[in-house]
């Protein structure tokens, strides 16, 4: 996985569950829906770059 993408993954993952935090103690469904949506987003980046690091190998 580049650094790079890695970093991105992580960045958004924790973005998301921050802002889904804060969406459901304010509540703000919303909100909570978006960073939700967003650590999705993470997540499905990591996997996208593990599983092109496993066909490297």
Known sequence: M???EK???KTEQA????EKAVGNAVGNE???TEGQAK??????????EKGKDAFKG
């Open 2 to 4: 580049s650094a790079g």
């Open 7 to 9: 970093a991105k993954a």
């Open 30 to 32: 919303r909100m909570a």
């Open 15 to 18: 973005q998301g569950k921050a």
């Open 39 to 48: 650590k999705s987003t993470g997540d499905a980046r990591e996997a996208k």
